[in-house]
């Protein structure tokens, strides 16, 4: 449709409006602003308007969930202009035939091959929970493969291990220029990072993983994967050294570890600086923009001894022992200027009653820790937890250092997952007893004891879940008296650029 987008004007100007002249271009322009909701509604006007509006919904990212929406999404496409499935950029497939009552008949799985067949310009696809279809239906891996324009290629998770080789020898065959890979854990039979070394073979120009590790990594074994930037390691139980991942993958960025069942006992302060950072270097990156950890442990576990930019620890346990010194002294080590941080609400904050104080104690030239985001997880029906017990962990972290910038997501579950995440959920995601908790904080009072908790505050955010962000700046008055100003959420954007370019010009 692009190719005749200066014939279609006059149709469209005759069509759709005929007392106004609109160029095609800036009536695309005008859709890309709208909600899919808005553009279903408009497509009823006209021939030109709908093929405008279907082009439109396509480009955007696809989610289809269960055999009922892909029978409606391969009748609807295929009984048209099967053509138009080249606009589909991003597909996630989840939960096809998979435990349904009804399962894809063979004419419906050959509409499905077609379908997929007809998505030349896909760029990312995700398959969740579509083992069953994966399995006895080969032309469908074989259409993935065939995908000209194939970048990413997600499979999270399946059960069967034994349908790993299935999917590798998938990925080897692969046209497109794979760029992000994510596949799940693999049998203990194989290494890894042997298998990954494989498929880097053929697609040299990955640059994103995410792999399950099956068991230690040596890096006297593989050749080191130098695309690589940005890698997730799922594993139970093991966590590597860094100075083994550097050596494995010595351009790396971004380092995720999710290790669920590591110990949980947390080391005095002392032994998370066992070496000068300047020393570490040597066995270590020169720095990472972002380390993303399921718990403190991990951190231990990796010994990582380089500058961190940002770090993302999805949660913080405060029944341990004196986790916010352990907290300390990582931030001391690692220095970040942005901190994530899970904790669950409750009343149990009185083992977290030593202050975060990192702002006086970093190295000449750093600027200490300016973002914070607090992802706090409600409990179920059995929590009570009310205003204070979501504000005082907040402050504790607070007190004595310069954040500038603080944001609260008030959610249900904590995740490696930014707050805008928190607002795709759907109400039956979501039990009753969690929202009626959320919307009964009073979000006022905790800005101000926020505000007051660090005089260097300059703004705060908060998500509630299901209902959006809200956003407060900070004026300071004479008397050290305090005025929150609730803004529009637009100007978050803002203030946390100017942050992020002051700390990188005094960094």
């Known amino acids: 449709m692009e190719t005749n987008s200066h014939a279609q004007t006059a149709t469209f100007m005759r069509l759709a409006q005929p007392t106004a002249a609109i160029d095609l271009d800036v009536f695309r322009l005008v859709l890309a602003y709208l909600s899919n909701a808005e553009i279903a509604e408009m497509a009823c006007a006209s021939r030109v308007v709908h093929e405008e509006a279907s082009r439109e919904l396509l480009r955007r990212p696809l989610c289809i969930s269960n ?5 409606s999404f391969c009748l609807s496409m295929l009984s048209g202009h099967p053509s138009r499935l080249a606009y589909v950029k991003r597909l ?7 435990g349904s009552t009804e399962p894809l008949t063979p004419d419906e799985k050959d509409s499905f091959v077609k379908v997929l067949r007809y998505c030349t310009g896909l760029r990312e696809i995700t398959l969740l929970c579509c083992e069953n279809i994966i399995r006895n239906e080969p032309r469908l891996l074989d259409a993935i493969s065939s995908l000209p324009n194939l970048s990413c290629f997600s499979l999270p998770f399946y059960s069967d291990m034994s349908f790993s080789q299935v999917v590798y020898d998938t990925i080897r065959k692969m046209r497109g220029p794979l760029r992000v890979l994510n596949v799940p854990t693999i049998s203990q039979q194989a290494s890894s990072m042997k298998i990954l070394q494989s498929l880097i073979k053929v697609h040299e120009g990955i640059e994103k993983v995410q792999i399950g590790l099956s068991g230690p990594v040596s890096p006297t074994q593989v050749t080191p994967y130098t695309s690589i930037r940005i890698l997730r390691l799922d594993s139970v139980s093991y966590v590597p050294p860094a100075r083994d991942l550097y050596r494995l993958f010595p351009n790396l960025r971004e380092l995720t570890m999710n290790a669920c069942a590591v110990d949980t006992w ?54 341990q022992q004196a986790p916010l010194d352990a907290l300390i002294a990582i931030i001391r080590c690692l220095r970040p200027q942005r901190l994530a941080l899970g904790v669950d609400c409750g009343p149990n904050v009185e083992s977290l009653r030593t202050p975060l104080c990192v702002a006086n104690e970093a190295s000449p030239g750093f600027t200490g820790l300016r973002n914070v985001l607090v992802k706090i997880r409600l409990g179920e029906s059995d929590c009570t937890c009310g205003t204070d017990c979501v504000v005082d962990p907040i402050v504790l972290l607070l007190e004595s250092s310069q954040v500038e910038y603080v944001h609260v997501a008030l959610t249900n579950r904590i995740l490696f997952e930014e707050p805008d995440e928190l607002l795709d959920l759907r109400p039956s995601e979501v039990s009753p007893h969690t929202v009626e908790l959320a919307r009964g904080i009073d979000l006022d009072a905790a800005v101000r004891a926020i505000a007051e908790a660090c005089p260097s505050v300059r703004m705060v955010a908060i998500t509630v879940i299901l209902d959006g962000l809200s956003v407060w700046i900070i004026e300071r008055l004479p008397g050290e008296e305090i005025r929150p100003v609730k803004v529009d959420p637009s100007y978050q954007r803002q203030l946390l650029a100017q942050t992020t370019g002051r700390c990188l010009h005094e960094d």
């Open 266 to 319: 947390i080391p005095p302060s002392a032994m998370w600086l066992r070496l000068p950072v300047d020393q570490a270097r040597k066995h270590s990156w020169q720095s990472l923009e972002v380390l993303r950890v399921s718990s403190l442990p991990v951190i231990h576990r990796l010994d990582l001894q380089c500058r961190v930019h940002s770090l993302d620890i999805s949660h913080l346990d405060i029944h």
């Open 92 to 98: 996630k497939l989840q939960h096809i035939d998979y």
């Open 67 to 71: 055999n009922t929406g892909l029978r």
